[in-house]
């Protein structure tokens, strides 16, 4: 029987193992940063009626541009974009795998700052992109002259910014993003997947994109819309960075159904985002917690949060919580452990579990 060993697999790509987290039937599942909300139903009706419209055209192809639906996402973020500055696709994971394919490829780096996204360098290895990590402080920090520095160093094609960060939470100052785009000479891509979930106050790369030509900002409707299972994600940037990502687009590649769905679902956006509140509750109703009982916990601008496992038994500490039927996430960051905020019994569940194995 043929292995994988045994096919002619690019080099770059040798010795890596597929992204995904576990996908197991338990009770509680704080693994994969989903919102733990169901649909508002008004919501839900509204997409009933937009895909069944839908359906009766699927002999055709849909609308390559998406430009409703980029109409509706720019419409949604404001900062005085337009359709023309929004790029939509299956997830801000195949957008960034478009921009890596546009602006990256062979004999081209990307840099980033670990430990952050595990997806990004193996978007990189798929691109052909040669991959540097830049490395965070101990602390997880990353200050713009540490980003500098890098960049000053490796004049990468691509640099790659997370914020907030995953799989730490927190979101960068706005300073080291313009530090870093003031500096590089390649694109700058700021992934704000988790942006809905920030602190008061917290500022973000939107407001950068008419000053910085070459900065990108990628978001999703996974998280805060609870859209995880319609895979829509986007970009904001200048026009021209939009017109470049269209020349390594498949055709046709957003379906008429996906299309539907998440317009149904920005008419309903104040519905949708309602429970972005009770899940910053619950984060930092973890947080505080966690350190009530002594434990080390990264400050978190998202639905999650990362802690130090008890008695440094990261794998211990997991297998602990899933044999009582509550999964998180061990995100490969030696000695600790990432949990979604989820609802009240949800936290309920995984605090009394956690609770029990200190």
Known sequence: MTGLEDLPLRDELRGLTPYGA??????????????????????????????????????????????????????????????????????????????????GGPGRTALGFTPSYSMHPLLAAGTGTTWVDGRRDEDFTLTAEHAVAKVREHRPDVVILCSPNNPTGTALPLDVV?????????????????????RPGTPFALSLIEEFPRLVVTRTMSKAFALAGGRVGYLAAGPAVVDAVQLVRLPYHLSALTQAAARAALAHTDALLSTVDAVKAQRDRIVATLRGWGLRVADSDANFVLFAAPRDDSKGIWQALLDRGVLIRDVGVPGWLRVTAGTPEETDAFLNALEELL
């Open 22 to 103: 576990p996908q197991l039937d338990v009770a509680v599942r704080l693994n994969t940063n989903e919102n733990s909300y169901p649909l508002p139903e008004a919501a839900v009706a509204e997409m009933e009626k937009a895909l069944s419209a839908v359906l009766r055209d699927l002999n055709r192809y849909p609308d390559r541009d998406a430009v409703a639906l980029r109409t509706d996402l720019a419409a949604y973020l404001r900062h005085g974009l337009t359709w023309r500055n929004v790029w939509a696709a299956n997830g801000s994971n195949e957008i960034q795998q478009q921009l890596l394919q546009t602006f």
């Open 178 to 198: 313009r530090a870093v785009a003031e500096a590089a000479d390649g694109m700058v891509l700021v992934d704000e997947a988790y942006a809905e979930f920030a």
